[in-house]
């Protein structure tokens, strides 16, 4: 019975297996006469009307067979971001089909109609082409709190713009320069503004200040933050970024110029759609936005360009151009300080010189004296501070001036001279003369009475004021020779009778002793640190002479300790410390661990006739033994042990 039961589990075992090797061979003919379709290619866009602040996802298919994209036409005012690729294969009625799809985000920079055209798909050696897509992208929608990235000053209420420049309507960002004046002079200071403006709304991050494109100009800007306003253009509100600047022109003749910044647009993706497949390309799921409440963004790093500006630089007119004229341009005062005014002979006067106004300052030099003659000046001194506008301020010099004669009673007219562009002629600016006021020394009043009592007494006979006293003193008409040498050494500084104190005078550091015996001592510690670093070097670099320092050195130690063990008659201990000694060098010289080195080892390594081995064969057995030494015995052994070690190298 059981044979039977075995028999039949075994014949329904066998069955089954028959049964599945049957199935897989049928499944395996079956795909092996699986169909294939033909191969094509297809182009999709999930949305046909977007925003100017808004992507579309562009979808491109190929249907049963492998392909690739060379590169999408190039369109202008759209961008494409590759997204990814996706590989799909469906079995139905055992029939196959495969599907490859390309996926890529769709970023338009302006509103307006767009197509873009057949795009070229290699698959399989043959090139296919998908169909045209038409699509319409509008305005951004008004009314999104400003999110622009900038540093610089508050949002200010926005101002209705008056102008609106050909090519701006509706763009995402766009530059104005006002106002510039169409002609120029060589060197006059433009005063200009620069207005970048970003669609309200649009995220922005700015990669560079504000450069000029074109020779013959320089673009000077401000140091101060840009200064961030709104404005609506065409009825769209704008984040503003203006910076103050001026243009100087530096070669004559006609120039294009322009004005250009580099931008990141954070571009907000506010529209993401599933992909064909069933998921997003780029993130997955829109799940993950959700819960960390974020955004999906683009990044899109684009030049922003100024209109082209054709500017006129004309040379200066040579008719009428002052002698001194330094090359300023613009409208400028001058005005003119002197002190002080009270002054005795070769006192100086210091003249401090305004000029204000608004102008290339950089070409602004110190006014002159019309009247130089009699006059010894110095090198002025220069200050500019910069005034509430661009291109204004003022320049103050500052000069030191030295009358050569004594009869100079005014200070003489400066002249100052510059170019008016607005009235196209030459200007110059004079001030008026500057009294003066001498006042005369006391000797120099002396001098000048001396001189009139002598006059008058060659002829009236009067006396001249004493100096001592302060009284007149009679003087008779033949002694006027006499009465000048006198006034004349009145005059003159008295002899000092005594030798003042002395101070000694300034010793140069370097004639000092101490300063020399310093300086000695550094420079004998540099030549024994030099030393002693060539000495260590010379025994890191010699490892024999490193070893023999160091079995001296463990000699020296070990041998100590045998005299101790010796005088103390112990003679365990002192053959003990023998073996330990005897071990410690050898094992230093054969570079090995010391407790290793057995007695074997020096009859193996050592010479036959060495007496170390005696020494340690005796050393060892009375370590283990404990033979006991007289103190004879001890001196000789260890003199034998000594001058054995001493003859290891």
């Not at 995220?203 to 609506?232: C, H, I, W, Y």
């Not at 200050?383 to 005014?410: M, N, W, Y």
């Not at 160091?550 to 130690?557: D, H, V």
């Amino acid at each position: 019975m059981e044979r039977l039961v075995r028999r039949t589990r075994q014949n329904r075992t066998i069955g089954r297996i028959r049964c599945m090797a049957l199935l897989l061979t049928l499944a395996i003919l079956g795909f092996a006469t699986v169909s294939h379709g033909a191969p094509s290619v297809s182009a999709s866009l999930d949305a046909r009307r977007f925003s100017v602040d808004q992507t579309a996802t562009l979808t491109i298919i190929i249907n049963d067979a492998d392909g690739t994209i060379a590169e999408l036409p190039s369109v202008d005012g759209l961008d494409f971001v590759k997204g990814g690729e996706f590989k799909q294969t469906q079995i139905v009625n055992w029939s196959s089909s495969s599907m490859k799809s390309f996926l890529f985000q769709v970023m338009a920079l302006r509103p307006g109609p767009f197509t873009i055209p057949p795009i070229a798909i290699t698959v399989d050696g043959k090139q296919l082409l998908t169909q045209a897509i038409t699509f319409e992208v509008t305005p951004a929608a008004a009314g999104i709190p400003s999110l622009l990235n900038q540093q610089g000053g508050g949002i200010a209420p926005p101002s209705q713009s008056k102008i609106q420049t050909a090519g701006e309507k509706e763009q995402m960002a766009f530059l104005r320069i006002s106002p510039v004046k169409e002609e120029s002079y060589t060197g006059e200071v433009l005063p200009i503004e620069i207005k970048a403006y970003f669609r309200r709304g649009l995220r922005a991050t700015l990669n560079s200040q504000p450069r000029l494109n074109g020779d013959g100009f320089v673009l000077t800007e401000s140091k101060q933050e840009p200064v961030q306003t709104e404005e609506m253009v065409g009825n769209i509100p704008y984040s503003v970024l203006t910076w103050p600047g001026t243009l100087s022109g530096i070669k004559e003749g006609r120039h294009s110029v322009s004005v250009a910044i580099e931008a990141t647009l954070l571009l907000p993706d506010n529209r993401r759609r599933s992909a064909p497949m069933g998921g997003d390309p780029f993130f997955g799921n829109d799940l993950f936005a959700d819960f960390f409440n974020q955004q999906q963004v683009q990044e899109k790093k684009i030049q922003i360009v100024s209109k082209d500006m054709t500017l006129q630089v004309l040379s200066l007119p040579s008719e009428g151009k002052p002698a001194d004229f330094s090359g300023a341009i613009g409208k400028f005062e001058l005005q003119v300080k002197a002190q002080p005014t009270d002054v005795g002979p070769g006192d100086p006067i210091t003249l401090t010189m305004t000029v204000a106004g608004t102008g290339n300052f950089d070409r602004v030099e110190a006014p002159v004296l019309s009247q130089a003659e009699g006059w010894k000046s110095y090198p002025p001194s220069a200050k500019f501070t910069p005034g509430g506008g661009l291109g204004q301020g003022e320049k103050v010099f500052e000069q030191a001036i030295i009358a050569r004669s004594g009869d100079k009673t005014s200070i003489p007219s400066l002249s100052f001279s510059f170019f008016d562009p607005e009235t196209k002629k030459y200007q110059t600016l004079h001030t008026d003369p500057i009294p003066l006021r001498h006042n005369k020394t006391e000797g120099s009043e002396k001098s000048e009475n001396v001189s009139a009592d002598d006059g008058a007494g060659a002829t009236e006979g009067q006396g001249r004021p004493d100096v001592g006293a302060g009284k007149t003193m009679p003087q008779k008409s033949n002694g006027d020779q006499s009465g000048r040498s006198d006034a004349a050494a009145s005059l003159l500084a008295p002899l000092h009778q005594q030798m003042g104190s002395l101070q000694q005078g300034f010793i140069p550091l370097i004639s000092q002793t101490g300063f020399q015996m310093v300086v000695l001592i550094l420079l004998l510690l540099l030549v024994a640190v030099t030393l002693f670093k060539i000495r260590a070097r010379r025994l890191t670099s010699n490892p024999v002479l490193c070893r023999q320092r160091e079995m001296a050195r463990f000699l020296e130690l070990r041998l100590r300790e045998i005299k101790k063990a010796q005088e103390q008659g112990n003679s365990r201990d002192f053959l003990a410390i023998c073996r330990r000694t005897i071990q410690e060098q050898l094992g230093l010289l054969w570079q090995t661990g010391p407790a290793a080195i057995t007695l074997a080892d020096l009859r193996q390594r050592l010479a036959t006739d060495s007496e170390l081995i005696a020494l340690f064969a005796t050393a060892e057995s009375g370590a283990y033994v404990g033979n006991i030494l007289s103190s004879q015995e001890l001196a000789e052994y260890a003199g034998k042990l000594e001058h054995a070690l001493r003859q290891l190298r």
